[in-house]
C-alpha cells in the first residue's frame, strides 16, 4: 500500500477530511496520511480508538512516536491524557488500549535504531523560548538525534515564518491555524515538506502552537519484514 508515499512533493491535509479507514482490531480505525507497506508499515496515522477498544501486545521493531490529541491513551506503564508527546524506541512493547476513547497522531517505523531514548512528555506544560534568531517566535526543542530535531513553536496571531527543510519537515498544528499555500490549516492538519523545500506561513488570528519535525526525510524506505 502506498499513500502519499511520494516524498519528493508537498503534502497537506485537513485530518477531518481522510476518511476513516478500520484497522484490524475492532473498535480501532485510522486516518492514513502517508504509508509505505501493507499491515507493518511506514506510517504517519491518526488513529481513533473507541471506549473500551484495545489493539493487541506487540513490539516496536520500527519504532513508534505519537501525540495524543485527544481523550487518555493507555498501556500497561501508565497513562497519557490529551497533549502527551511519547517516543518509544526499537524494541520497546506495549498493550494499548483505551477505556475511555482517544485519537491520537502516530508515526511507525521512523526511527534510526541507534536513538534509543525513550519518554513522554506533557506539551501542555512545555515552557517556550524566544526564538533568537525570530524574536517573535517562541519554541522549545523536545527531542534531538542526529540531524533530527522535535521541537514544539509557538506562532503569534498574524506572524509570517519560513519553514526551511533542508533534510525535510513535518508539521501537525495543535492550536490555532497556518495559512499555507493559499489554504488555512487547523488544529490536527497536516503538512509535509520534501527535502530541500521551503515554505513561507502565516498564523492566524489566535496563532498558532505546532509540533515540527525536520531532518528525517532523506531516508525513506519500506520496512524490511
Known amino acids: ?4 508515499s511520494d516524498f519528493s512533493v508537498p503534502v497537506a491535509l485537513h485530518a477531518d477530511r481522510v476518511e476513516w479507514q478500520p484497522s484490524p482490531m475492532p473498535g480501532v ?6 504509508r509505505i507497506g501493507a499491515e507493518v508499515a511506514r506510517a504517519t496515522s491518526i488513529v481513533r480508538y473507541a471506549p473500551q477498544s484495545s489493539f493487541s501486545e506487540h513490539t516496536h521493531n520500527g519504532g513508534e512516536e505519537f501525540i495524543v490529541l485527544e481523550g487518555t491513551f493507555q498501556d500497561e506503564h501508565g ?5 502527551t508527546y511519547v517516543r518509544n524506541p526499537i524494541g520497546t512493547h506495549h498493550i494499548p488500549r483505551s477505556d475511555d476513547g482517544c485519537t491520537i497522531f502516530v508515526k511507525l517505523w521512523q526511527f534510526d535504531a541507534r536513538d534509543n531514548r525513550q519518554f513522554a512528555v506533557d506539551l501542555s506544560a512545555v515552557l517556550p523560548m524566544q526564538d533568537g534568531d525570530h524574536p517573535n517566535f517562541a519554541r522549545q526543542l523536545l527531542h534531538q538525534f542526529e540531524d533530527e530535531h522535535v521541537w514544539l513553536e509557538f506562532w503569534p496571531a498574524g506572524s509570517t515564518g519560513v519553514i526551511e527543510a533542508e533534510s525535510g519537515a513535518e508539521l501537525l498544528v495543535l492550536e490555532g491555524g497556518l495559512e499555507f499555500d493559499g489554504e488555512t490549516f487547523e488544529r490536527n492538519d497536516w ?3 520534501p527535502v530541500g523545500h521551503s515554505a513561507e506561513m502565516i498564523s492566524g488570528p489566535d496563532g498558532a502552537r505546532i509540533w515540527v519535525k ?3 526525510l532523506t531516508n525513506v524506505s519500506a520496512p524490511q519484514v
Open 29 to 34: 480505525d485510522r486516518r492514513m496520511l502517508d
Open 214 to 216: 525536520t531532518g528525517h
Open 79 to 83: 497513562d497519557y491524557p490529551a497533549g
Open 1 to 4: 500500500m502506498n499513500i502519499n
Open 191 to 193: 503538512i509535509r515538506l
